[in-house]
């Protein structure tokens, strides 16, 4: 994942080389995004339009699914990922001000990643601690029954 | 052999070819079920459910525009529920719209307002906050408000499939889905051609062209300031549908007599630089032809077409013709032979053009179109915004008399006026060429195999013992495909027309909305009657063409043809 291993073009190399094993097959683009994901853990511009050339379809169509399923990351992920829960138990018991603090501490808005590439922001719809909500992880480490003031605790921390 | 079905609307019992819709068959007995992402062969596919009604024995709601007729089908389109179920869309796609319809460009012909009004929704039930998303103001050609967007995804389709440009397309997911270009960018940095083919479709003032009509009375209210304007050859067979006439109606006279009452210095026709077109791209042919240049030599009137080859098939950049189009040769002749004739200082003249067109907008600001020293052509105006200009100036239509084009452009002939219809340039040039080659008269001036709304259209014509064959196309996806098999050596043409527009400027982005296949084929006949009603036919005959050469240019493709009417074309990024 993600290790150049040759300086410069590797990634160009192992892109190609991913294409060629899906070349003249119709319907390949989700797994062909995924494994391109796969290089540098997001997909750059520069890729989205070599895999767009590669099976002549429009730079729109392969833009359109890249941001349509959430699997598929436009910007560089931060050092640790943030996913805040926005699910039922959570909302109820005040998610939305937490992930409104933590936007506000970071200046950035959810799917994004902070200037200093330390951390990046993903709302999910559950993480299954219904019972510590309000619910936030970074990275592995979960954090339950939280308030706008302990989310700026917690992220001097890092 | 299509199998007759038997079908009942609201109790009413009728047959129909197999493979109709059900919101055919109910406009057949005359019930109108209301529509909003429907276009009809382009974008079928059902998104809005504006349509849907009730089919007895079918679990849900069906959506008229997409569903066929099945055998013995008992269909109610006012059902309580058909009616509630269409009331909670209308009122899901208004809580989020914006209300600026008092300004809104689409004020007086907006589909969703419209809509609303028939459907008798006089209060909006939810309380969601107003779509609130960026402007695309990035090109000289459309505006793009995605807060006024539907997402009935027209333009997406016209873009894709009748265009194969695919600059926009839907973009990311769920309630933050927009229709939007790759990487979310303007219109200017995608391949984006201006046709405006998804401004013409657009139900609401989501899609519009970039107004120019502030620019153009500023310069009308300039007493230093000469200002004309010129009137393209496909303005004058739909501009009356933007003043209540029926389509297909010719008001060549009214129109340059009501744009004399809005106040322009002169007003000339856009025949004339068509006429003149054909007297420079017909000598480049035949140069092309004797001096084994390259072939086929493919037409450059229609800016939507040049953007599109400039970007995706550079490598037919030497076969497309140098000639500027009749726009630009006319803007650059106003400010130079014109100004000289007349003794006008080219600084103090303001060129304004009116044009069926979006992309004659980015067009006029492509930083090489300035061979007069001056900016060529200063503003242009599509046909609404002209509708626009006369209605805003209180000129009363009705009571317009007819008037003359100015002189010294105001003479066009037949071949200039069909420029406007798909297969016109190519009909006017073979007139000429026919007799510039064989020196002779030529008895039947139509030539009927390159003229309708067919895609792609093919004639042989014979010139002193060499056939020549040509081709039309209309509509990008016609260009690629033409230009595929030029490539694959699966065609082989001498001459090709293309149009971006399908039906050719009849047909183009700044036209009159709805611009339906059925309008465009009224404006299609009206340019061939037009034709058929003028003395002279041909633009070689055209005398002010002659005078110019006499006066001015010398001969086709002279130094200062090549300096005026000629330019160049740029290879651009997808």
């Known amino acids: ?21 899906y070349k003249g097959m119709d319907g390949v683009l989700i797994p062909v995004l995924q494994k391109a994901q796969e290089l540098q853990g997001y997909l750059p511009e520069k890729t989205l339009r070599t895999i767009a050339d590669y099976f002549d379809m429009p730079y729109s169509e392969v833009y359109g699914v890249a941001t349509f399923y959430a699997q598929f990351r436009l910007i ?18 005040g998610g939305q001000k937490i992930l409104d603090r933590v936007c506000s501490e970071l200046n950035i808005k959810p799917g994004e990643t902070s200037a200093d590439g330390k951390f990046s922001l993903e709302p999910v719809a559950c993480l299954g601690a219904c019972g510590l909500a309000p619910v936030m992880m970074i990275n ?19 | 052999m299509t199998m007759s079905i038997n079908i009942a609307i609201n109790g ?34 059902g998104v809005c459910r504006v349509c849907v009604v009730e089919v007895k024995g079918a679990r849900n709601l069906v959506p008229s525009c997409i569903t066929k007729v099945t055998e013995g089908m008992e269909i109610t389109t006012n059902s309580p529920k058909a009616r509630k179920a269409r009331e909670m869309v209308m009122n899901l796609i208004l809580a989020t719209h914006p209300k600026d319809c008092l300004t809104c460009d689409r004020n007086g012909d907006c589909e969703l307002r419209t809509l609303a009004d028939k459907m008798g929704i006089r209060k909006i039930d939810f309380g969601a906050p107003v779509k609130d998303l960026p402007l695309d103001d990035s090109n000289p050609s459309i505006i793009r408000d995605s807060s006024k967007c539907i997402l009935c995804r027209r333009c997406v389709s016209v873009c894709n499939e009748v265009q194969k440009v695919s600059a926009i397309g839907l973009i990311n997911r769920g309630i933050g889905t927009t229709v939007g270009t790759a990487f979310d ?6 391949p984006c051609v201006f046709c405006g083919q998804c401004v013409s479709v657009c139900p609401t003032g989501a899609l519009t062209e970039r107004f120019n009509l502030r620019e153009v009375w500023q310069a009308l209210n300039d007493p230093d300031k000469h200002v004309v304007i010129q009137t393209a050859p496909a303005i004058r067979v739909s501009l009356g549908e933007e003043l209540g006439e029926e389509p297909g109606t010719i008001v060549t006279g009214k129109m340059v007599g009501a744009l004399r009452k809005v106040g322009f210095d002169k007003v000339f026709d856009t025949d004339f630089t068509a006429d003149l077109t054909i007297m420079e791209e017909g000598h480049e042919f035949l140069q092309r032809l004797t001096e084994k240049g390259k072939l086929p030599l493919i037409t450059s009137c229609s800016p939507g077409w040049v953007k599109y080859v400039e970007t995706f098939y550079p490598e037919f950049l030497d076969n497309v013709s140098s000639c500027k189009s009749p726009q630009q040769m006319f803007g650059a002749i106003i400010k130079t032979y014109y100004a000289e004739k007349y003794k006008i200082d080219p600084a103090k003249i303001y060129t304004v053009s009116a044009m069926p067109c979006t992309a004659k907008k980015f067009e006029a600001n492509r930083p090489e179109m300035n061979s ?17 200009l006369i209605k805003e100036a209180g000129v009363d239509w009705a009571s317009v008399e007819d008037s003359q084009f100015d002189q010294p452009f105001g003479e066009g002939t037949g071949a200039g006026i069909i420029f406007g219809s798909s297969g016109g340039v190519m009909e006017a040039a073979l007139r000429t060429l026919s007799e510039v080659v064989t020196g002779k008269e030529l008895k039947n001036l139509d030539f009927k195999g390159v003229r309708g709304l067919e895609g792609i259209k093919e004639a042989e014509v014979t010139l002193n013992g060499q056939t020549l064959r040509v081709a039309v196309a209309n509509g990008l996806a016609n260009a690629k495909k033409v230009l595929d098999g030029l ?44 034709d058929k009603g003028l003395p002279r036919r041909k633009s070689h005959e055209n005398p002010a063409v002659q005078e ?27």
């Open chain 2, 548 to 574: 110019i050469y006499k006066e001015f240019l010398k001969k086709p493709l002279g130094e200062k043809s090549h300096h005026l009417l000629h330019t160049s074309y740029t290879p651009r990024n997808k």
């Open chain 2, 372 to 388: 007069s020293g001056y900016r060529d052509v200063d503003a242009v105006l599509t046909t609404r915004e002209l509708g626009l």
């Open chain 1, 76 to 93: 560089p992920s931060g050092q640790n990922v943030i996913k805040v829960c926005t699910g039922t138990a959570c909302h109820v018991r």
């Open chain 2, 487 to 530: 490539k694959n050596k699966e065609l082989d043409y001498h001459f090709v027309e293309i149009m971006a527009c399908p039906g050719g400027c009849i047909g183009g982005g700044g036209q009159p909305r709805p611009s339906t296949p059925d309008t465009k084929q009224k404006r299609m006949e009206a340019t061939y009657r037009a």
């Open chain 1, 1 to 21: 994942m993600g290790n150049c291993c040759c300086g410069g073009n590797c990634q160009d190399a192992r892109l190609k080389e991913i294409l060629e094993q």
């Open chain 2, 185 to 190: 960018r303007g219109l200017a940095d995608s």
């Open chain 2, 12 to 45: 009413q019992k009728l047959t129909v070819p197999e493979g109709t819709t059900i919101l055919e068959a109910a406009k057949q007995i005359g019930i109108e079920i209301p529509t909003l992402c429907h276009l009809k062969d382009t974008n079928e596919i």
């Open chain 1, 140 to 158: 592995d480490s979960t954090f339950g029954r939280l308030t706008p003031a302990k989310v700026s605790e917690i992220l001097a921390k890092y």
